[in-house]
Each structure stands twice: as C-alpha cells, then as structure tokens.
C-alpha cells in the first residue's frame, strides 16, 4: 500500500482543486452569490456547507480503493499478513489531507471568479503546504526540523506510520479552521 499513500498527495493536489474550483467563483461570476447571502444562513454555515459537500464527493472517491486492502491482505504470503496499523494511519492522514486541501480550495475559489484562477492558486498553495516547506527546510539545514514541522509532508507521513499524534491532528484541524476562517471572511467582504 505504500505506492498508493505515497501517490495520493500527488493525485489529490489536483483532483480536490478541480472539485473545489467553482465553489464560489461560479457563485459570483453568475450573480447568485448574492442571493445566497441574503439566504437566512450564516457565512460559517454557507462556508461550511460547501467545504462538507465536497470532502463528502472526495471521501466516497476514495472509498473504492478499500478494495487494495482486501486485494493486497488475500494475496499476502501467509494471507492477512498485512500492517494494518500503518494502512488505517494512512486513511486517517488521507482524510486530514483531503479536509485541508478542500479548505484551501474553497478559498481560493472566493479570490476569483475565474475557475481556472481559482484551480491554479489551489493547486500551487496545496503544492506549497504539502512540498514547499521540506523544500525550504533543505534550503535552510539549521532551521529544517522546524520548517518542516509547518508542512503537511512531516504530518502526513507521521500518520503513514500508524501513529495518530494529537500533534498533527491539531495541525490539520488548524489549516482547515485558518482557510475556512479566511473563506468567511472574504465572503463577509462581498457581503457589506
């Protein structure tokens, strides 16, 4: 399973953003932002509401791939010798993954109303958040261990391991509340 977790980021960063891109800049390059904001809902549950639905539409795209595991387990030498310890951690790291790079695609589709502006920022600050900080951390080799504690990289393979830290659970939690809280915040600007 380890070709696959290691390839998933890679698919991820460009299937999320495409899924992501007309969250709100089709709202605002057809007018219906606005009458979305006058619906008798707050941002965060507007916001919320679209980031849900679209983990939803990418967790039921990775739900097929269970089928590796039951694969890969039946054919193992003994059969069921497989770690599932580390294949469950993987899971749980796709599903922080997912939830922050849906986060940082529903913002950047508020930046916008062009879907490919907004695909292209989401891909490129996915692609920074997941590889620019080990990047920056063999750049810089006496700040690394701490630059690359800031990229979801380190936090990801943490959990490939099969070890769930609250460490990177926080950290995830954080740039999915940061990029929802920058999405709200864009729409209250649109909103005055």
Not at 76 to 104: C, H, K, V
Not at 128 to 148: K, L, N, R, V
Not at 156 to 183: H, Q
Request: proline share 4%; glycine share 6%; with cysteine.
């Amino acid at each position: 399973m380890t070709p696959f977790f290691t390839l998933a980021p890679w698919i991820l960063i460009f299937l999320i953003p495409a899924v992501t891109m007309r969250s709100f800049s089709d709202e605002r390059k057809q007018g219906t932002l606005e009458l979305l904001l006058t619906k008798p809902l707050s941002v965060w549950q507007i916001a919320n509401g679209k980031f849900l639905g679209a983990v939803l539409l990418i967790i039921i795209a990775i739900i097929p791939t269970f089928i590796y595991v039951e694969v890969i387990s039946n054919l193992g030498m003994p059969e069921g010798n497989i770690d599932m310890g580390s294949t469950i951690g993987s899971y749980f790291g796709l599903l922080f993954l997912i939830s922050a790079y849906t986060a940082i695609g529903i913002f950047t589709s508020t930046l916008s109303d062009n879907q490919i502006v907004a695909f292209i920022l989401a891909v490129f600050l996915c692609f920074f958040f997941y590889f620019g900080f080990e990047g920056f951390a063999t750049i810089i080799p006496s700040f690394s261990s701490f630059i690359s504690v800031l990229g979801m990289q380190n936090h990801f393979k943490s959990m490939s391991r099969g070890v769930i830290d609250t460490r990177d659970i926080i950290y995830f939690v954080s740039v999915v509340v940061a990029f929802l809280s920058f999405t709200v915040y864009q729409l209250k600007s649109f909103k005055l």
